[in-house]
């Protein structure tokens, strides 16, 4: 026999998956974000050492 589940039970267990699924989207997000900034400071200082330009994109 299927037993039913509450409604509120229901409602807490939807919000912790929304919640899991922001917090991974962010995570990604962070990681490819510290990546790319990270390859911007290394060709910065290997093609052109005497201007310090990578600091824009980290700004904005």
Known sequence: ???EIPLDVY???YREIIKEKKKRKFLIHLIIYIIVNA???VENLLYTPDEIWFIY???F
Do not use: D, G, W, Y
């Open 57 to 59: 994109p980290l700004a």
């Open 11 to 13: 409602k807490k267990v």
């Open 1 to 3: 026999m299927v037993s």
């Open 39 to 41: 390859m911007f400071i």
